[in-house]
């Protein structure tokens, strides 16, 4: 019931980015030492998000869980990167006693919930030094500002009921169509206008596969959070692990030649 969300987006020329993130990231990213030996080895990482554990789960069960998911994580043989804001930086992956932190943060006035437009503010110090918990769309700018390409969470956020009164669609969506991160998630909440939803990832240029998990692929339909199936017929479905991993191989190839020319 997985569903992979993936768009090419713009990013630095390679010539560029290394230097880019010694000379000037490191004011507001702190990778730990074992995230950032996976990124120089090339063990795989998978970025994840912390809102969850701020405004989703209470304490104290938002600790357990943040333990089994990086549990998840690091048996199927990658590395956990738990993004959230801590002390005025954004970290790209978390210590025991950090995460610890982070879970006790829950439900706490000064605790943000940080998207793309929270970045600046919470990150400025304005308002103090606030622990922040990072939406899909916050985890996903971070996490390539970081160098991950991979990101898994629960529910995606969408388009929702009544929007052409209120307007009311989630940042989550415009970040998958401009930032060059893998989506691997339950697909959108289910209280969501879910066909709309999917129109808008069309528009943004986003591509939408649902892994076929053992079903006849013309069964396969968009997974809506914690239901297999919405009674939407899957835009595109991918095999397995393998696949998945060659359409974002692809998919970042094409980015390069888009934006940096074919010869580079």
């Known amino acids: 019931m997985h569903s992979l969300f993936l768009r090419c987006g713009f990013r630095p020329h390679p010539r560029h980015y290394s230097t880019l993130r010694t000379s000037r990231l490191s004011q507001y990213l702190s990778i ?19 809102a969850i554990y701020t405004h989703g789960f209470p304490h104290p069960a938002n600790l357990p869980l943040a333990l089994e998911i990086e549990s998840v994580v690091r048996s199927h043989g990658a590395v956990p990167a738990t993004i959230c804001i801590l002390n005025g930086k954004a970290r790209i ?21 940080v998207s793309r437009r929270d970045l600046g503010y919470v990150l400025s110090g304005a308002g103090g030094k606030r622990v922040g918990g990072t939406t899909v769309a916050g985890t996903s700018v971070l996490a390539h500002l ?26 989550d969506l415009t970040e998958l169509g401009r930032t060059p991160v893998a989506v691997v998630c339950a697909g ?27 079903r006849d692929s013309k069964e396969v339909e968009f997974p809506a959070f914690w ?11 991918v095999e397995d692990a393998r696949e998945a991993a060659g359409i974002i191989c692809e998919s970042f190839r094409v980015e390069c030649m888009v934006y940096w020319g074919a010869d580079e």
């Open 32 to 50: 730990t030492p074992e995230v950032q030996s996976a990124l120089n080895s090339g063990t795989p990482v998978v970025a994840l998000e912390s």
């Open 93 to 113: 992956g978390l210590s025991s006693s950090e995460l610890e932190e982070l879970a006790n943060s829950a439900g706490k006035e000064d605790t943000t919930k």
């Open 227 to 237: 239901s297999r199936g919405c009674g939407i017929k899957a835009p595109s479905v």
């Open 188 to 214: 959108s909440k289910a209280f969501l206008d879910l066909p709309r939803t999917l129109e808008y990832l069309e528009t943004e240029g986003v591509y939408v596969g649902t892994f076929r998990d053992g």
């Open 146 to 171: 970081a160098g991950i390409k991979v990101f898994a969470t629960g529910g995606l956020g969408g388009v929702h009921r009544g929007v052409k009164n209120t307007m009311d669609v989630s940042a």
